[in-house]
T-cell receptor
Framework: NAGVTQTPKFRILKIGQSMTLQCTQD?????MYWYRQDPGMGLKLIYY???????DKGEVPNGYNVSRSTTEDFPLRLELAAPSQTSVYFC????????????FGSGTRLTVV | RKEVEQDPGPFNVPEGATVAFNCTYS??????FFWYRQDCRKEPKLLMS???SGNEDGRFTAQLNRASQYISLLIRDSKLSDSATYLC???????????FGKGTHLIIQP
């Protein structure tokens, strides 16, 4: 099983460009999450989803958008990249909304210049 | 606001020693607790869940103290391969899932 797959692994964007970070899971988990992690900092929740068609904001949603058209996919969209969005982005999924722990993807390292 | 606090370290520990670190949480409604291990430039990986009765997995022991709102991780007979950042996480039971601490950096020295 692949688990949670994130693409791309690395990306450099110019200020004002847009991109989509892809996240796919094959475990049939209803709950999916996007976090960002800055150096020396913890994981900050950007957006989450409890199932196909349902998404909600986390702690730091500004500058990002998500969609959840299928159970498997939970892409994160950056519309106008800013240097403050330079970070490592992790996608995670869970069968039980956190009570059973998460499975993380391997991350996307994004630099905005 | 839900918060989880950890001592960032680094903890420099000789190989073979026992090391312990704590993590405090602010949300008294938190129901589920976890320790994750994160290697440099890698994703967090679940190390162990933390149960009310405490639990042990080989050299690792996790404890929960609800009255004082903290969880702990004890590593016995530490190995060089235990060097990593250890994140604690707490779930409030809501759909927004886990709140993570910033992590404790552990360095095992030969």
């Amino acid at each position: 099983n692949a688990g949670v797959t994130q693409t791309p692994k690395f990306r450099i964007l110019k200020i004002g460009q847009s991109m989509t970070l892809q996240c796919t899971q094959d475990m049939n988990h209803n709950y999916m999450y996007w976090y960002r992690q800055d150096p020396g900092m913890g994981l900050k929740l950007i957006y989450y989803s409890v199932g196909a068609g349902i998404t909600d904001k986390g702690e730091v949603p500004n500058g990002y958008n998500v969609s959840r058209s299928t159970t498997e996919d939970f892409p994160l969209r950056l519309e106008l990249a800013a240097p403050s969005q330079t970070s490592v982005y992790f996608c995670a999924s869970s069968p039980t909304g956190g009570a059973g722990g998460y499975t993380f993807g391997s991350g996307t390292r994004l630099t905005v210049v | 606001r839900k918060e989880v606090e950890q001592d960032p370290g680094p903890f420099n520990v000789p190989e073979g020693a026992t090391v312990a670190f704590n993590c405090t949480y602010s949300n008294s409604a938190s129901q589920s607790f976890f320790w994750y291990r994160q290697d440099c430039r890698k994703e967090p990986k679940l190390l162990m869940s933390v149960y009310s009765s405490g639990n042990e997995d080989g050299r690792f022991t996790a404890q929960l103290n609800r009255a004082s709102q903290y969880i702990s991780l004890l590593i016995r007979d530490s190995k060089l391969s235990d060097s990593a950042t250890y994140l604690c996480a707490a779930s409030g039971g809501g759909a927004d899932g886990l709140t993570f601490g910033k992590g404790t950096h552990l360095i095992i020295q030969p």
